[in-house]
C-alpha cells in the first residue's frame, strides 16, 4: 500500500504534509510534496482527504484492487468522492460526509 504524488498536479499547500501521521511526506526544492519512503506507508488515507487538487493517488492493494489500480478523492461541499479506477481505468464513486469520514 502506498501513494504516488503527482508533481505536475501540487500546488505546495502542505496539507498532506502536517496529516501524515508517519511524517512521510516532504517538499523538495522546486516547492512540490514528495514521499521518502513509500514502503513506510501504511495507507490511513490522511493525505489524500486533504489534497484539493487530486494531486495523490492511493494505490489499492492486491486484495482490494492490485494492478496498479488506485483511488483519490474529491470533495463537493460536506461530500467526499472516493474515486477507484482499476487497470483497466474504469472508475467507481463512493460518497461520504466529510464530517463522518473518521469514522471510516
Ligand atoms: S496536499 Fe496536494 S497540493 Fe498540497 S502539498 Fe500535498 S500533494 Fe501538494
Ligand atoms: S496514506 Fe497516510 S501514512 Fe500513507 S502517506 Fe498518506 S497520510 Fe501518510
Known amino acids: 500500500m502506498s501513494i504516488k504524488?503527482?508533481?505536475n498536479k501540487c500546488v505546495g499547500c502542505e496539507k498532506c504534509?502536517?496529516?501524515c501521521p508517519g511524517s512521510?511526506?516532504?517538499k523538495n526544492e522546486a516547492g512540490k510534496a514528495f514521499i521518502k519512503y513509500p514502503k513506510d506507508?501504511?495507507?490511513c488515507t490522511a493525505c489524500i482527504k486533504e489534497c484539493k487538487v487530486m494531486a495523490?493517488?492511493?494505490f489499492l492493494r492486491a486484495d482490494i484492487g492490485g494492478?496498479?489500480?488506485y483511488m483519490y478523492v474529491s470533495e463537493k461541499k460536506e461530500e467526499l468522492e472516493w474515486h477507484m479506477v482499476d487497470r483497466k481505468n474504469n472508475g467507481k464513486i463512493v460518497v461520504t460526509s466529510r464530517k463522518?469520514?473518521?469514522k471510516y
Open 5 to 7: 504524488i503527482d508533481e
Open 17 to 19: 504534509i502536517n496529516v
Open 24 to 26: 512521510l511526506i516532504y
Open 41 to 43: 506507508c501504511w495507507g
Open 56 to 58: 495523490i493517488k492511493y
Open 67 to 69: 494492478n496498479g489500480s
Open 100 to 102: 463522518e469520514a473518521n
